[in-house]
């Protein structure tokens, strides 16, 4: 599938339109941010083992009849994807407290949280992803009512699928990040998913295997996450 234009270049991956306005390419590059993009540095290999880490979850959440907008992987950086129609949010699910969590309640790290607990963050860089309830969210026409409960329903069916998956590879699925759009009158699960976008901790030793190595400058970025994804089965 040949690539026409740029659509939109977020922070870690480019967008490009293809020919055939419902498909589109995601570049994952080797671009890594944190803190709102006010640290950016190169991680050699970091597009490519995300785009294979994000193919290999995104098939087993379909296969859990999860409906993704993943459709193949093109390159080693590369895939294909349903063009969705992307809802501003954020849809975070927490099993154990850690990052924002922590800072904003005082709670202890580490802590495991039953229920998970479930937040909406408004995609709006300026202001930092400020947390949002369901009342901003159908007040302000981010989402309708009803893609509010699809996209709570939605994050938390990944959480079984994943904490399994992850689980078997001896490792904690802390929190991660979701981002739904619309295809069809749908809701679909969209973005990626990769160790960008998520806690994982070992369940042995509670060492940080995600991009909070990088954030926290604990090193062995790259080599953290294929090591995830080597447990649950990826091939780099
Ligand atoms: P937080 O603790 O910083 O709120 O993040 C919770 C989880 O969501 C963590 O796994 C990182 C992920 N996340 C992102 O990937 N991007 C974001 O912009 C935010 C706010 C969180
Ligand atoms: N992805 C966001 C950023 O660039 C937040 C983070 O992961 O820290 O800055």
């Known amino acids: 599938m040949e690539k026409t234009g740029v659509l939109y270049a977020g922070k870690a991956k480019t967008v490009h339109t293809t020919a055939d306005r419902d498909l589109m390419v995601l570049e994952?590059?080797?671009d890594t941010s944190a803190f709102d993009g006010e640290r950016i540095e190169q991680l050699a290999n970091k597009g490519r083992v995300n785009n294979?880490?994000?193919?290999?979850?995104?098939?087993?959440?379909?296969?859990?009849?999860?409906e993704t907008h993943f459709v193949k992987t093109l390159s080693d950086h590369e895939s294909l994807v349903r063009n969705l129609k992307m809802l501003p949010v954020e849809c975070v699910v927490r099993?154990?407290?850690?990052?924002?969590?922590?800072?904003?309640?005082?709670?202890e790290e580490g802590q495991?949280?039953?229920?998970?607990?479930?937040e909406?963050?408004?995609?709006?860089d300026a202001l930092h992803d400020p947390m949002v309830n369901d009342f901003h969210i159908e007040t302000f026409g981010w989402a309708s009512k009803d893609q509010i409960a699809q996209m709570k329903d939605l994050t938390f069916k990944v959480n079984e699928v994943l904490k399994s998956l992850f689980g078997q590879g001896d490792l904690i699925l802390v929190d991660y990040k979701l981002e739904f759009g619309v295809?069809?009158?749908?809701?679909?699960?969209?973005?990626?998913?990769?160790p960008d976008g998520c806690r994982l901790w070992d369940a042995k030793t509670m060492e940080k295997m995600d991009k909070d190595r990088f954030r926290q400058g604990l090193g062995n970025v790259v080599e953290s996450y294929m090591e995830v994804g080597r447990r649950i089965g990826v091939e780099f």
């Open 95 to 107: 099993n154990r407290a850690a990052g924002s969590l922590v800072r904003r309640l005082g709670v």
């Open 52 to 66: 294979l880490f994000n193919a290999f979850v995104m098939q087993k959440l379909q296969g859990a009849g999860i």
């Open 112 to 118: 495991e949280l039953n229920p998970p607990i479930f």
């Open 120 to 124: 909406f963050f408004l995609k709006n």
């Open 183 to 194: 295809f069809d009158g749908r809701v679909i699960l969209g973005d990626e998913f990769s």
């Open 28 to 30: 994952f590059r080797n």
